[in-house]
T-cell receptor
Framework: QQPVQSPQAVILREGEDAVINCSSS?????VHWYRQKHGEAPVFLMI?????EQKGHEKISASFNEKKQQSSLYLTASQLSYSGTYFC????????????FGGGTRVLVKP | NAGVTQTPKFQVLKTGQSMTLQCAQD?????MSWYRQDPGMGLRLIHY???????DQGEVPNGYNVSRSTTEDFPLRLLSAAPSQTSVYFC????????????FGPGTRLTVT
């Protein structure tokens, strides 16, 4: 079952903040976040793991709420380069940790 | 390292034709997968593999076959192309386990007329 992302789209001014949510109907073990620019392949942003471990290499933060089966991605002091479509993916350890993605959130950052 | 490579970049097929989309990775990753992305939509998992000789179905496997004879290669076969298979196809790979980033290939844009 695909995770559900909200909102579907958001428009920001440079420097503003935004939150993207990812909800799952199943227990969460790992949540991956990716960003895709128009016409390009998705690029890795961050992984959050059950137990609180977090791996990422961008100035974008995220949270993982096991109880609510939800993860949130925080775009703080947004830059023009943050524009793109953000996808969350949930891993299923019962199936080789296959990654199932949500429908995406389109982010447009304007000057 | 070339990372994940896909060929061809573009392909036009007629309804009923068959073809194979190629995917290769040089990172010695155990896990590989295929996704399709329809215009303005998310990524839907077609098939995946956790290692050579092992494949399994994703969310939308109908009309597609895969095999994994080597760690490096994971081709996707369209058996009898249909217009509904017009999409961008992404191959991806990563180390096995849930805590590793997934690397995507550049994609193949397929049009079925």
């Amino acid at each position: 079952q695909q995770p559900v992302q909200s909102p579907q789209a958001v428009i920001l001014r440079e420097g503003e903040d935004a939150v993207i949510n990812c909800s799952s109907s199943k227990a969460l073990y790992s949540v991956h976040w990716y960003r895709q620019k128009h016409g390009e392949a998705p690029v890795f942003l961050m992984i959050l793991l059950k137990g609180g471990e977090q791996k990422g290499h961008e100035k974008i933060s995220a949270s993982f709420n096991e109880k609510k089966q939800q993860s949130s991605l925080y775009l703080t002091a947004s830059q023009l380069s943050y524009s793109g479509t953000y996808f969350c993916g949930t891993g299923d350890p019962a199936a080789g940790n296959k990654l199932t993605f949500g429908g995406g959130t389109r982010v447009l950052v304007k000057p | 390292n070339a990372g994940v490579t896909q060929t061809p970049k573009f392909q036009v097929l007629k309804t009923g034709q068959s073809m194979t989309l190629q995917c290769a990775q040089d990172m010695n990753h155990e896990y590989m997968s295929w996704y399709r992305q329809d215009p303005g939509m998310g990524l839907r998992l077609i098939h995946y593999s956790v290692g050579a000789g092992i494949t399994d179905q994703g969310e939308v496997p109908n009309g597609y076959n895969v095999s994994r004879s080597t760690t490096e290669d994971f081709p996707l076969r369209l058996l009898s192309a249909a217009p509904s298979q017009t999409s961008v196809y992404f191959c991806a790979s990563r180390r096995s386990g849930g805590s590793y980033e997934q690397y995507f290939g550049p994609g193949t844009r397929l049009t079925v007329t």
